[in-house]
């Protein structure tokens, strides 16, 4: 597929680099190019699905999630990966039907990584069924963290202050700078919790079904129940570990999506 192609080729070439809300939230028109694709590949088949697309959302269009089938896409998550040809950043595309995600799919094209599922029916990497660590001790546990793309003085002191806590509680912390990818390696079992403030809905909506469907839990990171629009996410191979985790963590609520 042609945006597939467009990921793969332009992220080991110069790119034309532009901000958006801070000098560190990056675009290019490759992002652009690539969720345009998308929503155009799909609303030919389905012409009356919406989208909220991260780009779109950029460019003015309003984030509304109502109980239309609706597309949640994230064209190039890890844009700063892309903009240093750092192969971990991924497209990443959620259905939700009712304001309940059915189907989530986060693919990695540089190292060919494809993260599937539907609900009720498991979580895959390039077809073959994966499963959450079931680690439930925090001390045991490998944590995704994430800087975020603000640079919001109050917003970067939780930051630092989650990793300094984490540091003296857990095995190690880890951060791809792709919170989708972070998440999917939750569902690989390859980390075993990953959480975030700040970050938007098309960076976190299909991660956050692969997770459960590969038997993790999604939460928010106060403990209550996932909002896929709350911009807060935390997600973990078990309720122990997801729970311990919440306990601990400064808590930050950026504005909603
Ligand atoms: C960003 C990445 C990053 C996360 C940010 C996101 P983008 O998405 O997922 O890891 O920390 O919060 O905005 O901008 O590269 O699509």
New binding site residues.
């Given amino acids: 597929m042609f945006y597939l192609q467009i990921v793969r080729e332009k992220i080991y070439q110069r790119k034309d680099v532009l901000t958006k809300s801070c000098d560190v939230?990056l675009v290019t028109e490759w992002d652009q190019k690539v969720e345009k694709l998308l929503i155009d590949g799909i609303s030919s088949k389905y012409p009356d699905h919406r989208f909220i697309g991260?780009e779109s959302t950029s460019s003015g269009q309003k984030i509304e999630l109502t109980d239309a089938p609706t597309w949640i896409i994230?064209p190039?998550?890890?844009?700063?990966n892309f903009v240093h040809g750092l192969p971990y950043t991924c497209i990443s595309v959620a259905l939700l039907i009712n304001k309940i995600t059915e189907i989530g799919i986060v693919y990695n094209p540089i190292l060919e990584q494809l993260f599937t599922a539907r609900k009720g029916q498991g979580a895959f990497l390039n077809g073959a069924p994966i499963h959450v660590s079931n680690e439930k001790e925090l001390r045991k546990a490998l944590i995704m963290v994430?800087?975020?793309?603000s640079r919001n003085r109050e917003k970067l002191e939780v930051v630092l202050q989650n990793i300094t806590i984490l540091t003296t509680y857990v095995h190690g912390i880890r951060s791809f700078?792709?919170?989708?990818l972070n998440m999917c390696m939750v569902a690989l079992g390859g980390a075993d919790a990953s959480f975030?403030f700040?970050?938007?809905a098309w960076?976190i909506a299909a991660g956050d079904l692969i997770v459960r469907e590969a038997g993790g839990v999604s939460i928010d990171p106060a403990g209550g129940p996932f909002d896929v629009m709350s911009r807060r996410t935390l997600c973990a191979s078990s309720m122990e570990l997801a729970r311990q985790l919440s306990k601990i963590l400064v808590q930050y609520y950026p504005e909603r999506d």
């Fill in positions: 939230d991260e994230d190039i998550d890890g844009t700063m994430e800087m975020g793309t700078g792709a919170a989708a975030e700040g970050i938007h960076d």
